[in-house]
């Protein structure tokens, strides 16, 4: 059975490509999206940043049209200003709105926004309602268990916000207290889809990093799809793994070096197309290390990727390394 938000068909078993800061722009999402990401979102986008037409803001609402279905995330601590947010948002056209619960970063989540919002149930509900309001577009939220041990109330904030109008829940199985550290617990999140009176879908997030985990957390935790973060970074061949498995049982080969390096170089030209030279090359430097991890004795092209900004040198230094490696691998 497809899995539907709105009138958005994701079929059968969707996998989403996690929202992430200063990390989930149009370059990376481009090649998410070339390897299997069947839903992807921008960058979380400060609603106030947005009202006051901040230049980074504005930029992060930029999508095209290879990457739909696309949503596009919000956050803030004042319902007001998120119903305007959500506002000048949707006429960037988006397939679906999507409301951050979730950031545990402090000057975020202290300053009432974010996974902050699980300490205030009442009001985010509220908030959640002022959104699904100020738009045509589903409106989807993506949260956390609870604000700490004490209190994992995503239980209660799954139907509270399916009665306000949400059309779909992403779950990261942990705490805002335990950031990204420990293991993430998805057993909350299957009570929640077992849950008779959640009709809408049920995605799980959090250390989905191998096709064998992603395969046994289906059957075992029965969410209807899985949205995928840290993992794709630098390896966006996580996707059609994934998928692959899932049909044969068998692991599909890992990307050769040619391919490692076709992706990065991809990457590289959507960076610079979109960012510009300077900052297009800048940026990319904190993705290199990713793409090639594991190959031995790769430093020394490391130092030299994230020293140059000649981009044809760039260009070269990754000939090199498919001239060296694919000797090794061979």
């Not at 799809?225 to 692991?251: D, L, S, V």
Request: charged fraction near 30%; charge should be negative; aromatic fraction near 10%.
């Amino acid at each position: 059975m497809s899995v539907q938000i709105g009138n958005i068909d994701l079929g059968e078993f969707p996998l989403l490509l996690a929202p992430m800061e200063d990390v989930s722009d149009p370059p990376f999402r481009y090649v998410c999206k070339k390897y299997g990401a069947d839903m992807m979102y921008t960058e979380f986008i400060s609603s106030e940043g947005l009202i006051r037409d901040a230049a980074k803001s504005r930029q992060k609402l930029d999508i095209f049209e290879y990457e739909r279905p696309i949503g596009i995330q919000i956050f803030g601590s004042n319902i007001e200003h998120m119903r305007e947010a959500t506002e000048i948002a949707t006429q960037a056209g988006p397939d679906l709105m999507d409301i951050n619960y979730g950031c545990p970063v402090k000057n975020v989540a202290c300053r009432g926004a974010g996974a902050s919002l699980l300490q205030d149930i009442d009001k985010m509900v509220a908030m959640t309602k002022a959104v699904v309001e100020a738009t045509h577009l589903p409106v989807t939220v993506k949260t956390r268990l609870g604000w700490d041990d004490n209190t994992k109330n995503v239980y209660e904030v799954a139907e509270r916000l399916q009665d306000v109008g949400i059309k779909a829940l992403t779950i990261h199985g942990r705490t805002r207290a335990q950031m990204y550290k420990g293991e993430a617990d998805w057993t909350l999140i299957r009570e929640i889809k077992r849950n008779p009176r959640i009709q809408i879908p049920i995605f799980g997030n959090g250390d989905i990093d191998s096709p064998e985990k992603a395969a046994n957390w289906r059957l075992e935790y029965g969410v209807d799809g899985m949205m995928i973060g840290r993992a794709a970074i630098g390896y966006p061949w996580i996707f059609r793994e994934i998928k692959h498995f899932f049909t044969t049982g068998e692991h599909r080969e890992p990307p050769t070096i040619a391919e490692r390096i076709d992706a990065c170089k991809t990457h590289l030209e959507k960076s610079i197309e979109w960012k510009g030279p300077k900052t297009g090359v800048f940026e990319m430097r904190r993705h290199y290390s990713n793409y090639f991890k594991g190959l031995d004795h790769f430093k020394e092209y490391r130092m030299k990727l994230v020293s140059t900004e000649n981009i044809d040198e760039l260009y070269d230094i990754l000939w090199q390394i498919n001239e060296k490696y694919s000797v090794q691998m061979a």
